[in-house]
């Protein structure tokens, strides 16, 4: 009898383990990752086929995470600043502007600004546009779409306006190395990629910081009154979001090689919502998951890298990532997981 109860004990732990595993928040957006892999692997010949050429690492799940750098710099922002039950749709915008100005700064194959100032008065001009956002949200109480949509129409202009509309080509190749440039065999942008991750994953896991945004993002009066400064706490979480996309616009900037304020960028902020969504973020604020977003954003870009890479025509891209957006809001609607429960 004793043996039967030792036997059944643990396959009851087991199944409980199974059935907790299955529940953690990262296993949906992981299983959509690997899904997609695996339908690359039998449509894409070679698709995880990597070879070594002239000291770097090529391959197509190189060439997605390459490109996937940007957004998941946008990403990561975006997640603090949802999970305070915010939005910023000025990514783009700043995106472009912090692209423009360091382009403009560093110009021709002789800079006329140091390239270390260039990019640090880019990424000033991005903290400057997070600190607006800011402000107009926590201090001024607007809506967070209607504060940050003053900045995604203005920074665009005027990133237009300080190129004419024209795009400004960059030829100091010292400024391509972030991002275009490998080290240790991998594309550069990546390592600034974990090196902002890191630092944001060490504030919010090893210090009160992801504590208080949770706080704000589940009941923001609540955390007012039991002493925390709400107001500093959603402007900084807009500053870090706006420099996170400044940086993102340096990459974009040194890996094309020019500054092209009309299209550097361009909704790039739905992106990354839709990344921080499908990380398992709710857009109701609260609990938030980086790695998720990290994962949700290399969803996007393999999936647009499949339908690429298919032949498919490029504007089937915003048709599919809509069905996904509608899906993703849907599934997150307490209403219809209430019909859910009531039909089954």
Not at 64 to 90: E, F, H, K, Q, Y
Not at 95 to 105: D, E, I, K, P, R
Request: aromatic share 6%; charged share 10%; glycine share 10%.
């Amino acid at each position: 009898m004793s043996t039967t109860g030792a036997t059944v004990k643990p396959s009851a732990q087991a199944a409980a383990s199974r059935a907790a595993l299955l529940q953690h928040p990262l296993v949906r957006p992981l299983g959509a990752l690997v899904a997609l892999l695996l339908v690359d692997a039998f449509l894409v010949p070679g698709f995880f086929h990597l070879e070594v050429k002239e000291g770097h690492l090529y391959g197509a799940i190189i060439d997605i995470l390459n490109r996937a750098a940007p957004l998941m710099l946008a990403a990561l922002g975006m997640t603090l600043v949802i999970a305070t039950r915010g939005i910023d749709i000025s990514v783009g915008a700043v995106v472009a502007l912090s692209g423009t100005v360091s382009a403009m700064l560093i110009g021709g194959s002789e800079p006329t600004t140091p390239m270390a100032l260039a990019l640090a008065a880019s990424l000033g001009v991005a903290l400057l546009c997070g600190l607006w956002n800011g402000v107009l949200v926590a201090g001024i109480k607007l809506q967070p779409i209607v504060a940050t949509l003053i900045l995604m129409v203005a920074g665009r202009g005027l990133a237009q306006l300080l190129t004419d509309g024209q795009i400004v080509t960059v030829y100091y190749e010292p400024f391509f190395f972030l991002g275009s440039g490998y080290l240790a065999g991998l594309p550069f942008s990546l390592f600034v990629v974990a090196a902002v991750f890191a630092v944001t994953l060490l504030l919010v896991k090893k210090t009160a910081l992801g504590l208080f945004i949770q706080a704000v993002g589940i009941n923001p009066v609540a955390a007012r009154l039991a002493g925390l400064r709400t107001a500093t706490l959603i402007t900084f979480v807009y500053v870090f979001c706006s420099a996170c996309a400044g940086l993102a616009g340096m990459l974009i900037t040194s890996n094309i090689k020019s500054a092209d304020a009309n299209n550097a960028g361009l909704l790039l902020e739905l992106d990354a919502i839709l990344a921080v969504t499908l990380g398992g973020t709710s857009l109701a604020g609260g609990k938030f998951s980086l790695v998720g977003s990290m994962i949700g954003a290399l969803i996007i870009q393999t999936l647009t890298y499949t339908i690429y890479s298919l032949g498919v025509p490029p504007e089937v891209n915003m048709v599919v990532k809509s069905i996904v957006v509608f899906v993703v809001c849907i599934s997150q609607s307490s209403e219809f997981k209430n019909i859910l429960r009531r039909s089954a």
